[in-house]
C-alpha cells in the first residue's frame, strides 16, 4: 500500500474475510453519490429544503460534484430563488456541456419558474445526451406532458410535425 497524499486507504468492505481499501475520495464519491440519491427522492416529494440539505453535505466532502451542484439548482428554484438557481445551472453546463443532469436540472428550474418554452429545449437536450441511461429517460418522460412527435425521425419543431400535431389533436378533440 502506498503513503501518498492522497491515497489514505480506509478500510470499505469485507468480502470473504478479505478487506477490501478504498482511497478517501473513493469514500467520499460513494458518500456523496448516496447523499444525491436521497436528495433526488426529496426534490421528487417537493422537499426542497431538505434534499439541499443533503446535497450541501455531499458538497463538503466532493466541491467539484457537478450532479450535487445541480440538483442544488433544482432546490434552489423550489425555493423560489430562480435567478441564482439558473445561474449555477449554467455555470454547471458550462463547466460540463455533455452532462444530461445539467441540462436536466435547468429545464426543472425553468419549469418551476413558469418558463416552458426554454424548460423543454433543455430537457429535450437532456434526452439527446442521455442516450442508454434509464433513470434519465425515466425522469424525462415523468416531466414532459407533451405527446410524442407525429414523425419520430422528424425534430419535434419540423414544420411538418407542427402541423400534424395541431391536426391530431384537433382531431382527437372531435373537432
Given at each position: 500500500m502506498s503513503d501518498t497524499k492522497n491515497t489514505i486507504l480506509k478500510p470499505s468492505q469485507q468480502i470473504h474475510d478479505k478487506v477490501v481499501y478504498s482511497t478517501t475520495r473513493e469514500v467520499d464519491m460513494q458518500f456523496a453519490e448516496e447523499m444525491v440519491r436521497r436528495a433526488k427522492r426529496l426534490i421528487e416529494e417537493n422537499r426542497h429544503k431538505d434534499a439541499e440539505l443533503y446535497l450541501r453535505q455531499a458538497l463538503e466532502?466532493?466541491?467539484?460534484?457537478?450532479?450535487?451542484?445541480?440538483?442544488?439548482?433544482?432546490?434552489?428554484?423550489?425555493?423560489?430563488?430562480?435567478?441564482?438557481?439558473?445561474k449555477l445551472a449554467k455555470n454547471v453546463i458550462r463547466n460540463n456541456p455533455y452532462d444530461p443532469v445539467a441540462y436536466y436540472a435547468l429545464g426543472r428550474v425553468n419549469l418551476i419558474g413558469s418558463r416552458r418554452g426554454s424548460a423543454f429545449r433543455n430537457l429535450e437536450k437532456a434526452r439527446n445526451l442521455s442516450t442508454g441511461d434509464r433513470k434519465m429517460e425515466g425522469a424525462l418522460d415523468k416531466l414532459d406532458p407533451r405527446r410524442p412527435p407525429v414523425i419520430s425521425w422528424l425534430p419535434r419543431d419540423n414544420f411538418l410535425n407542427i402541423f400534424l400535431g395541431k391536426w391530431r389533436s384537433k382531431m382527437n378533440r372531435g373537432g
Open positions: 466532502r466532493v466541491p467539484d460534484h457537478k450532479e450535487c451542484q445541480a440538483y442544488i439548482a433544482v432546490c434552489l428554484a423550489g425555493k423560489r430563488k430562480f435567478i441564482s438557481a439558473e
